[in-house]
């Protein structure tokens, strides 16, 4: 059985993240790193095979990004996957979800005419672009069914039960492999990468593709043709200082209460 | 002028807020028709709502194929009332569903896709928050119908008079559409206090409640609002995840956002920090959150919250 996990590299969160003069978000002038959502998929990918003992389960990280975009299927490799697919191509550089989505498609159906698929697991959303509509287009795309936003994943055979949390309820989800799975940051802490880990990853197969590997044309995908445009990105103005009073004897209470009636919330 | 499909938030028939705000955006672009996925016998009192926000037309699109499976029936259901439709743009409740709904939307449609818009003006260019509430986007779809998702409190909701004519669509679901189903859903009970992402007020509590969330719910039923949770206090087990606020839970933008015993860490300002006005009851003054906020108290919220809620009820005689 293969699995393939998409990761996707993305600026770090809690560094000063921006956008480029043609408002594409700056990948190269901020730290990067593989997206904390997508930990949780490997994590499960890597779950997967350690649950199914006897059979014989392979898990390839697979990403669409930049050159440094690498370092996300490293840190897949050094957590445990098998080998890795890192799709590079200048002509991909400001692809929206759809243009996203074709080349991850196409990688993926590249992977399943090499070496067959059985199951496609994505994080619940990037963290620079928090769509979450990537899983559910590669579903559509790869004519799979979708299982997304798991908190908890159950398999016997081909047969697959995911439970997740809708708007107002908890749902059981059971599909068929081969499916398209996203999975919540409920669904268990990602494990570190060991020492052997680490060192293991350096011999690991880590292929790169480009599109015209992929048979996709160039024309396709990119900042020119998206579907959607940004037309201006503005920083936030910082917030105007607030009043912050220390609680004394019991005046805290009665300073925020009359804060509060002076907004008219009381 | 050219229709825009609103896709209706419900519950059962429970037309729920969003929905009119929803509507009253879609007025900017065009005439509004409302999508009713759900039960036809309930087609007539739902219309009877959405028409007095501006709703010309109100299809009926059965849910008996639909709700038994994941995502996929409803974008094809969509896509073809859009292609009998022709409409200006497609506008969807920002939920995780709807988004999903919208990608697979987009894909069958060959449209670009907006998600997350807090604003959408004439023209359908849309305003999203992101990189944690830091920067402002201004975007616009420029190929296809603009299908664009958007989030709860993102207008008033304003009263007009549409015709709300019922149309009945039927839409054909393919078996390929049905192959992730829904087995069990559990419906989850209600705490008979408003919903999290529409309330006007959410008052949070986090790590520092240490577990005790008695003060935080006591303040928050004392001024009408919702309770929210940080990721601490959903992986401690204190409260279910259907209430953590942020980047992995719920995005609130209410009028007035009370943060207790949370720190402010970026994954939780990703989902209050669009909030009108902020407050914060922390112990720690060096705490991040004080960097947000309008007015914040110094203090203990196990003392501070139940003062404060005393006060309000004295106040509220
Ligand atoms: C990928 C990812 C996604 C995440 N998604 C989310 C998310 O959606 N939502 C979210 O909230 N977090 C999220 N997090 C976690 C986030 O990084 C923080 O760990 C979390 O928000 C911290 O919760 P907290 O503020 O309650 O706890 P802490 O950071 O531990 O803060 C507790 C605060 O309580 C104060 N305090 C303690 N005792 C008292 C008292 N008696 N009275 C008053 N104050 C007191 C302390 O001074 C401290 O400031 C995510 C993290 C990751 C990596
Ligand atoms: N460029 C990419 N490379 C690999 N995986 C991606 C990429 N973009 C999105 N994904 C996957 O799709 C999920 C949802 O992304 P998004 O829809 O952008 O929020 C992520 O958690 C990844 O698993």
């Known amino acids: 059985m293969n699995i393939v996990v998409c990761v996707k590299y993305v600026p770090d969160a809690t560094a000063d993240r921006k956008f480029e003069d043609d408002f594409t978000v700056d990948r190269v002038g901020v730290d990067g790193l593989l997206s904390e959502l997508d930990e949780y998929a490997v994590e499960q990918a890597l779950q997967f095979r350690e649950k199914r003992e006897g059979e ?11 050159e440094k975009a690498v370092d996300a299927v490293r840190k897949s490799l050094q957590m445990g996957a098998d080998s890795g697919v890192h799709v590079l191509d200048d002509a991909i550089a400001g ?23 059985d199951l496609v697991i994505c994080g619940m959303a990037s963290t620079d672009a928090s769509g979450s509509v990537v899983p559910a287009m590669l579903a559509e795309r790869l004519g799979m069914p979708q299982v997304t936003l798991a908190s908890v994943i159950e398999s016997q055979g081909d047969q697959v039960r995911i439970k997740r949390d809708n708007e107002g309820s908890t749902e059981v989800i059971g599909a068929t492999l081969p499916i398209v799975l996203s999975v919540t940051d409920q669904s268990g802490e990602a494990r570190y990468p060991s020492f052997k880990g680490i060192m293991a990853a350096k011999k690991k197969p880590l292929e790169t593709y480009s599109l015209a590997d992929l048979g996709v044309d160039s024309g396709e995908v990119g900042l020119a043709v998206a579907w959607s445009q940004v037309e201006d990105t503005t920083e936030r103005p910082p917030r105007t200082a607030g009043e912050i009073v220390t609680d004394e004897d019991g005046s805290g209470a009665g300073a925020l209460v009359d804060f509060l009636a002076s907004k008219k919330f009381i | 002028m050219s229709e825009v499909l609103v896709v209706i938030d419900h519950v059962d028939g429970e037309v729920k807020k969003p929905t009119y705000e929803l509507l009253t955006i879609a007025k900017r672009i065009g005439e509004p028709s409302a999508v009713f996925f759900g039960s036809p016998e309930q087609g007539d009192a739902v219309a009877e709502k959405v028409k007095k926000y501006g709703a010309a037309k109100v299809y009926v ?18 896509q073809q009332l859009a292609e009998k439709s022709s409409p200006a743009a497609i506008l969807l409740p920002s939920s995780f569903e709807n ?17 997350d818009a807090v604003d959408v003006q004439e023209g359908g260019v849309t305003t999203q928050s992101v990189f944690a509430g830091n920067y402002t986007v201004q975007a616009k779809v420029t190929q296809g119908t603009p299908i664009i998702t958007v989030k709860p409190n993102s207008a008033a909701p ?47 509590g986090g790590r520092g409640t240490g577990g005790n969330f008695e003060p935080v719910e006591g303040f928050a039923d004392s001024i009408g609002a919702a309770v929210g949770a940080s990721r601490a206090a959903v992986d401690s087990g204190w409260m279910p995840h259907a209430f953590q606020v942020g980047q992995t839970g719920k995005t609130v933008s209410p009028q007035l ?23 914060a009851v922390n112990k720690d003054p060096e705490a991040p959150i004080f960097e947000l906020v309008d007015f914040g108290v110094v203090g203990d919220l196990h003392t501070v919250l139940p003062a404060a809620t005393e006060k309000v009820k004295e106040r509220k005689g």
């Open chain 1, 95 to 117: 692809s929206d979800y759809i243009a996203t989505s074709l080349v991850l498609a196409k990688a993926i159906e590249k992977i399943k005419a090499d070496a067959g698929v």
């Open chain 2, 61 to 78: 699109i059965d849910d008996a194929q639909i709700k038994g499976f994941l995502v996929a029936p409803k974008a094809e259901a969509l």
């Open chain 1, 56 to 66: 014989e389960i392979t898990v390839t990280a697979l990403t669409v990004g930049p």
């Open chain 2, 257 to 279: 956002y009370v943060a207790n015993g949370i720190s402010g860490a970026i994954q939780h300002r990703a989902g209050m920090q669009t909030s009108k006005t902020i407050v």
């Open chain 2, 158 to 204: 304003e009263e007009s008079e549409g015709a709300g004519t019922v149309e009945a669509f039927a839409a054909t679901i393919s078996d390929v559409a049905k192959t992730a189903q829904i087995v069990a859903t559990q419906p989850r009970q209600s705490t008979g206090r408003p919903e999290l992402t529409e309330a006007a007020i959410v008052v949070s």
């Open chain 2, 99 to 115: 988004k999903e709904v919208a990608g697979r939307l987009a894909i069958k449609l060959g449209s670009g896709l907006i998600t």
